[in-house]
């Protein structure tokens, strides 16, 4: 099983940038697909961004072209640098793991919150 905590969240004002860290413990990080998942109040989780264990990457589209996730196994931690920050981007950002077989996310950090100030 892996554990994961994330952190970097914070407050920044609008056009600002953030990078918000997931540190993996417990396992390799790199063998798993990894998310960054987040929930405002009042709405539903969405998913923001992923990368799997070969490196590919994904966005919604609210996120395409402003935010980049990466991964860096040295560290066994994946990053989601946020750039030109909205207000809309207020939420509490989590990170998720899950083995490339499932569909199912089964593995959450406990999240950090960013909030964007307009």
């Known amino acids: 099983q892996v554990q994961l905590v994330e952190s970097g969240g914070g407050l920044v004002q609008a056009g600002g940038s953030l990078r918000l860290s997931c540190k993996a413990s417990?396992?390799?990080?790199?063998?798993?697909?990894t998310a960054w998942y987040r929930q405002a109040p009042g709405k539903q989780r969405e998913l923001v961004a992923d990368?799997?264990?070969?490196?590919?990457?994904d966005y919604a589209d609210s996120a395409k072209g402003r935010f980049t996730i990466s991964r860096d196994n040295a560290k066994n931690t994946v990053y989601l640098q946020m750039n030109s920050l909205k207000a809309e981007d207020t939420a509490v950002y989590y990170c998720?793991?899950?083995?490339?077989?499932?569909?199912?996310?089964?593995?959450w950090g406990p999240g950090t919150q960013v909030t964007v100030s307009s």
């Open positions: 998720a793991a899950r083995r490339a077989i499932t569909t199912q996310y089964a593995y």
């Open positions: 417990g396992s390799v990080i790199s063998i798993y697909t």
């Open positions: 990368i799997t264990s070969g490196g590919r990457t």
